[in-house]
């Protein structure tokens, strides 16, 4: 007994000895700059995951075959640690934290859906860690968290966008909304495009407000209960996962009018998923890979060379938010070997940043650390590409 | 008023999946007494056998046979490997259990890890990324007023019902369905008169997982895209109908599946959508509270 006891203490020290080194290993090389993404590799987004890593790996790439990145005359190489938080709210926490504690990463890019942005923000903001979310449109993510910033639009703004667009295309006077109740990205997005529309158009014009579950797949009750409302079109703030799903379940129960969503349909699967039925719809989204120009251009070429396909908007959104980490971490002058200091110095030079010209797009930063640009429109064309319709600027 | 008959249509097609899924759940339970917890995530395993079969095999990327061929011939194909599937789990996890003598507890429990493993080992072999369902058969909608029926739901609901004749006829009209119904009452009693229970529970391994496939086909055709863990939630839901119809019994699951389909459909069409669930269960509650054993279930004394 007394034998087995001291075994197992001794493997407890040998386990927790391990551990503490494995923690102290994680702190990097003196010159190496360690950056986390905590993005979705699995669950119900994973081609946003993979597109967010494959701009990172492409970005990183690029800086390191240069000899690493330029910090007040040293160069220094990238590291990027990828986390996966299986598009889950709580595993983004424990994503952020194993980033931060362990990995002692300087900034971290990501998480990408509000879902997960929303609680991760307010991780990373307590723990002092200085995050940028590339594709979050919640405001919430960065309310009052001087130490989250992100690269997109906010709802508060593509609301009204989707509201005057559909307005003028469809001509409609009544709109439906159909939501996912437990995504805050598509709660928030839906709640704001109803108090606009009525608004603009008067109260209850709004005529079927539904909503349905992440893990749904059938959603005929709800569409049935919309189509018999008789709306002029249907406003689908969903991922494009389950857009799939919902726009062909409409058109098996007769729906033959028009779709409006927003920029969590831009995803390059969402056409495979969909195929024909998608075809016609229109989405605002963050930038229209389809005729786009200059370094956007050059950007999406690249892309679409090295990996097959064109980049969707959180590639170019990831591509952006990277490049503004390693530009703060460029302008604050010097790289702290500590990763406290250099987190707090990452952060200052954030908040300095005024402007910046993304693939997205110009952006000016307000004093949430919110960008002001530029949305655009896209319409899907018969080949299933995302063809540019309109931009609005605020 | 057309919109109540559409959403009666709905719930027939939705509350049939449920059915298919439920009816698995009873057999495994009626001869065994054994939860089989792993029944959803075979049910999924038998969408991407269809998926492999109708574009890798027969499909596009294989012999690339017309729409209604993939149809005719994947439908015998997938309901034969995912039933191989079931017997494989029958085989490997919960036989050495029950050769060992270990408590019907640790079987449960096995189910359940063996669904994750299922679950997890498709995400580890095939990714995280869905996969869509190719299209198979020509869709058409046929409207009547304002109520539209697809003829895919049409044979959804069909398949249900035809599956439903099956099970029970096995169950309660043929010598195989007699030694089933004979072993959940005394498996100890059962050998001894010369019936081979090994046999008997891979037959009904194989009847339950071979309806699964074809469940797991039919949803992938109906919903056609497909993720890892798209079986799970359905399961446990399908679980929760075949309880409360009474597990064990062939009616039940099958009356089951559908009340729940129809509670479902009907209350998002009267209600908020939000409180679906949330009314859907509190029904299922209050009848479990009122018939403990379910529908058509029948209180059961046993010596433990």
């Known amino acids: 007994m007394k034998r087995n006891l001291f075994k197992i203490g001794l493997t407890t020290l040998l386990m927790v000895g391990a551990f503490m080194l494995a923690g102290c290993g994680g702190g990097g090389g003196e010159d190496t700059i360690k950056i986390g993404f905590n993005i979705p590799l699995t669950g119900d987004i994973p081609k946003v995951g993979e597109a967010s890593k494959y701009a990172a790996e492409m970005l990183?790439?690029?800086?390191?075959?240069?000899?690493?990145?330029?910090?007040?005359?040293?160069?220094?190489?990238?590291?990027?640690?990828?986390?996966?938080?299986?598009?889950?709210?709580?595993?983004?926490v424990n994503a952020a934290l194993k980033l931060i504690e362990q990995d002692q990463v300087v900034a971290i890019i990501g998480p990408n859906s509000s879902k997960q942005a929303v609680p991760a923000g307010g991780t990373c903001n307590d723990n002092r860690v200085p995050m940028i979310s590339p594709w979050s449109t919640n405001p919430d993510t960065t309310k009052d968290r001087p130490w989250v910033?992100?690269?997109?639009?906010?709802?508060?703004?593509?609301?009204?966008?989707?509201?005057?667009?559909?307005?003028?295309?469809?001509?409609?006077?009544?709109?439906?909304?159909?939501?996912?109740?437990s995504?805050?990205?598509?709660?928030?997005?839906?709640e704001i495009f109803q108090s606009e529309w009525e608004k603009k158009h008067g109260s209850g014009t709004v005529v079927a407000f539904e909503s349905h579950g992440t893990k749904d797949q059938d959603f005929s009750a709800q569409l049935t209960k919309i189509i018999a409302a008789k709306p002029d079109f249907i406003f689908v703030p969903d991922n494009y996962n389950q857009v799939a799903l919902i726009i062909k379940q409409a058109h098996d129960l007769g729906w033959k009018g028009p779709f409006m969503g927003s920029d969590a349909w831009g995803s390059a699967e969402l056409m495979t998923l969909c195929g024909d039925d998608c075809k016609g719809q229109f989405f605002s989204t963050h930038y229209a890979a389809a005729g786009a120009k200059g370094d956007t251009k050059v950007f999406i070429d690249r892309y679409s060379k090295k990996y097959g396909y064109t980049p969707d908007?959180?590639?170019?959104?990831?591509?952006?938010a990277t490049r503004l980490v390693l530009q703060a971490i460029q302008e604050s002058g010097s790289y702290d070997s500590d990763v406290r200091k250099e987190r707090q110095a990452i952060r200052d030079a954030l908040g300095g940043i005024k402007e910046f010209a993304g693939v997205t797009g110009n952006m000016k930063f307000d004093a949430q650390?919110?960008?002001?640009?530029?949305?655009?429109?896209?319409r899907i064309d018969d080949q299933g590409q995302f063809v540019f319709a309109e931009s609005v600027c605020p | 008023m057309e919109a109540l008959f559409q959403n009666i249509i709905n719930a027939l097609q939705w509350g049939s999946f449920y059915a298919l899924i439920a009816l698995g759940y009873t057999l495994v339970y009626g001869v065994l007494l054994l939860i089989n917890f792993a029944h959803g995530d075979i049910f999924m395993v038998g969408a991407y056998i269809a998926f492999g079969v109708s574009v890798f095999v027969l499909g596009v990327q294989g012999l690339n046979l017309p729409g209604w061929a993939v149809l005719a011939l994947g439908v015998p194909l997938t309901m034969i490997l995912t039933a191989g599937v079931g017997v494989t789990l029958e085989r490997i996890a919960y036989r050495p259990l029950r050769?060992?003598?270990?408590?019907?507890?640790?079987?449960?429990?096995?189910?359940l890890m063996c669904g994750l493993i299922l679950e997890n080992g498709n995400l580890a072999l095939l990714g995280a990324s869905r996969k869509k369902f190719p299209e198979l058969m020509e869709k058409t909608v046929w409207t009547l007023g304002n109520v539209s029926v697809t003829n895919l739901k049409v044979l959804v609901i069909f398949a249900a019902f035809a599956v439903f004749g099956i099970l029970n006829f096995i169950v309660t009209r043929t010598r195989i369905g007699m030694a089933m119904r004979a072993i959940s009452y005394d498996k100890f009693a059962i050998p001894l008169m010369g019936i081979p229970v090994d046999n008997i529970i891979v037959f009904t391994f194989v009847l339950?997982?071979?309806?699964?496939?074809?469940a797991g086909m039919l949803f992938a055709m109906s919903y056609p895209i497909l993720e890892p863990y798209m079986g799970a939630l359905i399961g446990w839901k399908a679980f929760i109908a075949a309880v409360v119809g009474g597990i064990g019994d062939i009616r039940g699951a099958f009356v089951g599946g559908f009340l729940l389909g129809f509670i479902e459909i009907l209350v998002v069409a009267f209600f908020p959508s939000t409180l679906r669930d949330l009314i859907a269960f509190s029904i299922l509650l209050v009848i479990l509270w009122m018939k403990p054993t379910g529908l058509f279930g029948v209180a059961r004394h046993q010596k433990i």
């Open chain 1, 313 to 320: 908007d959180v590639a170019a959104l990831t591509w952006d």
């Open chain 1, 369 to 378: 650390g919110d960008p002001i640009k530029c949305a655009v429109v896209v």
């Open chain 2, 99 to 111: 050769r060992k003598g270990a408590h019907r507890l640790y079987v449960v429990i096995t189910a």
């Open chain 2, 208 to 214: 339950g997982s071979g309806f699964a496939g074809l």
């Open chain 1, 183 to 190: 995504n805050d990205y598509s709660k928030g997005l839906a």
């Open chain 1, 60 to 92: 990183k790439e690029d800086v390191n075959s240069q000899g690493g990145l330029e910090v007040g005359g040293k160069k220094y190489k990238l590291e990027f640690v990828y986390e996966d938080n299986e598009s889950k709210a709580e595993s983004a």
């Open chain 1, 149 to 181: 910033f992100r690269a997109a639009f906010l709802d508060p703004f593509q609301g009204p966008v989707a509201v005057n667009f559909a307005t003028k295309q469809f001509d409609a006077k009544t709109a439906a909304v159909l939501f996912d109740i």
